[in-house]
């Protein structure tokens, strides 16, 4: 079965420095999406970076990077720079889309960043 | 252009009544989705619609139902609710079910509802 794996529920980091977020999946399948979502304390999921099994460099979203290494099954995010305005919880998730899977996302508990001034 | 809005943003049940939670998206999508997320846990599925006149359930169906009034609206209903139902619950919607891996789903503000 699909799993996330978030190792991190919390983290605190200075401002500034770079910060990574762990996340590894476990899955059968060769064919997949892997997204991280920023929840702020106000509630609201916000997507912050995609990528695709398939695709053969890591994805970057201006200061987010994703280390995609998928012989390890892991996905982890990167903050570069970071600012106070990046506390918040990021989740990492999970979509299948072989032949047979139900397309569904599989969502990971969530890591609790804190940015220190 | 309002995305993905939900109402109510809040609610307070006592056990055992009723309640009907909207959800409606103006982005054209095929697919919408109801989670719940509890404390500590990540979001997880209670029904998605794939297309409108559809609805499958998900991780956590039991004590919910929910109707795809048309291509816009989803609503979820809690018939009978019940203390272990006090969660945030948060309605998303994707462009559709198709198998290609980038799908994402854009969320609501979320309802945060307690049952007493």
């Known amino acids: 079965a699909q799993k996330i794996t978030q190792t991190q529920p919390g983290m605190f980091v200075q401002e500034k420095e770079a910060v990574t977020l762990d996340c590894t999946y476990d899955t059968s399948d060769q064919s997949y999406g892997l997204f991280w979502y920023k929840q702020p304390s106000s509630g609201e999921m916000i997507f912050l970076i995609y990528?695709?099994?398939?695709d053969e460099q890591n994805a970057t979203e201006g200061r987010y990077s994703l280390n995609f290494q998928k012989a390890r099954k892991s996905a982890n995010l990167v903050i570069s720079a970071s600012q106070l305005g990046d506390s918040a919880m990021y989740f990492c998730a999970m979509r299948e889309v072989s032949p047979g899977s139900n397309y569904q996302l599989i969502w990971g508990a969530g890591t609790k960043l804190i940015i220190k001034p | 252009n309002a995305g993905v809005t939900q109402t109510p943003k809040f609610q307070v049940l006592k056990t055992g009544q009723s309640m009907t939670l909207q959800c409606a998206q103006d982005m054209n999508h095929n697919s919408m989705y109801w989670y719940r997320q509890d404390p500590g846990m990540g979001l997880r599925l209670i029904y998605y619609s794939a297309s409108e006149g559809t609805t499958d359930k998900g991780e956590v169906p039991n004590g919910y139902n929910v109707s795809r009034l048309n291509k816009r609206e989803f609503s979820l209903r809690l018939e009978s609710a019940a203390p272990s139902q006090t969660s945030v619950y948060f309605c998303?919607?994707?462009?559709?079910?198709?198998?290609?891996?980038?799908?994402?789903?854009?969320f609501g503000p979320g309802t945060r509802l307690t049952v007493l």
């Open positions: 998303a919607s994707s462009i559709g079910l198709a198998a290609v891996s980038y799908n994402e789903q854009f």
């Open positions: 990528q695709g099994s398939y």
